[in-house]
């Protein structure tokens, strides 16, 4: 078993939990970044590292490089790994699926489940619920919203962008002039309650096949997070709540849906009442606590490449947990008031049902990788382009 698997976006963690567990199953993986400082190119499991065109500066150059990459190569599955080249190889579905197996939906269904209105509107008709949204299509609308709306609230880019662009305003006042900030970059965001920070935070897991079947699911819930008030988890369990891997697959279902997606919900502590937050239609940050719990998401992938049959994967490790310590959770602990609720667990680094999302003594390398990188964000324009993006 030596087929290439080509995955791009090489600095982010998931692109490093993809290419280890591919890596593991002796499956030969080349790495691509538009950097040569690449946190997954110093794995152990890389078998090769490309640097291509930008996706962001050099988005054409970037396709026709990739194209070449998989015609002169044998490749047997294509993984874009984030956003951007996610959505200039759907929009070039067609050709790449020539060259390769491509797990991913067309560019049309891409995009209507990054739009977060379009995505909490087909929920409702499932039937799923969702936190109270007001939808704007007129700022004069701002007007007769302001004053009955139950503060704190939140804004929300339309279009998935993590927390960027996210605003928490607490009067009318702050409403209007946060509002008319985040619009002048993302036009009419959603206004939504906002849940109460105590409620916890989860995540369902999906692969689905051509036909719409599920063949694997993983649900986890969120333990920490960075930034504090709503970001990226930095440590997290494995849990088993149906009810949520319910709602997220009815979902899918109704998006029509193909490969990866994390559907995201936070229970709302009022009423104990599971939240639609929204649709990642990708790999998602905390991969590796899935396939540390035992469901190996891009292996799965692979295997429905190669047209093999297998049992939906359903069963995995309960209580598991994973942690990105440099820098996610040491943020957290930094920006967190109630840190020293923390202590002193949170130094306990080598707890044996806890893994890491980098660091791994396997696979050392990763956390020089991780630390060379950050040089980029100083020399490279699009490494800078990409952190600028990703602050709330």
């Not at 702050?174 to 109460?196: A, G, K, N, T």
């Not at 239609?281 to 692979?302: H, I, T």
């Not at 130094?347 to 060379?372: E, Q």
């Amino acid at each position: 078993m030596n087929s290439d698997v080509f995955i791009t976006d090489g600095h982010w963690r998931k692109s490093l939990a993809a290419v280890r567990a591919l890596g593991r199953k002796g499956i030969r993986v080349t790495v691509g970044e538009s950097t040569c400082l690449a946190t997954a190119a110093f794995s152990r499991y890389c078998h090769r590292a490309v640097v291509y065109p930008s996706p962001h500066y050099r988005p054409s150059e970037f396709v026709n490089f990739l194209c070449g990459e998989l015609r002169h190569r044998s490749y047997q599955m294509l993984l874009p790994m984030e956003d951007e080249t996610l959505g200039l190889i759907s929009r070039h579905h067609s050709e790449f699926s020539r060259l390769t197996y491509l797990p991913i939906v067309s560019f049309e269904k891409l995009q209507f489940a990054l739009r977060k209105d379009k995505i909490l509107q087909t929920a409702e008709k499932q039937g799923i619920p969702i936190p109270r949204t007001w939808y704007v299509e007129d700022i004069s609308q701002l007007n007769g919203l302001k004053n009955h709306l139950p503060y704190p609230v939140v804004i929300k880019p339309q279009m998935s962008s993590g927390a960027v662009g996210m605003s928490y305003p607490k009067n009318p006042a702050d409403l209007m002039e946060q509002y008319l900030s985040i619009h002048r970059r993302f036009p009419y965001p959603l206004i939504q309650e906002l849940i109460p920070r105590e409620g916890p935070g989860y995540g369902a897991s999906f692969l689905m096949d051509d036909r719409g079947k599920v063949r694997a699911s993983f649900v986890h819930r969120r333990l920490r997070e960075y930034p504090v008030t709503g970001g990226a988890s930095t440590l997290r369990e494995s849990v088993r709540h149906d009810d949520i891997r319910d709602m997220a697959r009815a979902l899918l279902k109704a998006l029509d849906w193909f490969g990866v997606a994390m559907v995201e919900f936070k229970v709302d502590p009022r009423d104990g009442t599971p939240k639609l937050m929204e649709v990642n239609p990708r790999f998602w940050g905390s991969l590796s606590l899935a396939v540390e719990a035992g469901v190996n998401f891009p292996y799965l992938l692979y295997r429905m490449s190669r047209g093999e049959s297998f049992r939906p994967v359903e069963h995995y490790q309960i209580g598991k947990r994973c942690r990105w310590l440099l820098p996610g959770d040491i943020l957290h602990f930094i920006h967190n008031p109630r840190r020293m609720r923390l202590w002193p667990g949170f130094f306990h680094f080598w707890d044996g049902n806890t893994a890491y999302d980098i660091l791994s003594r396997k696979d050392p390398l990763p956390v020089l990788g991780r630390i060379l990188t950050l040089l980029t964000f100083i020399y490279d324009p699009d490494m800078k382009q990409r952190l600028e993006k990703r602050k709330p």
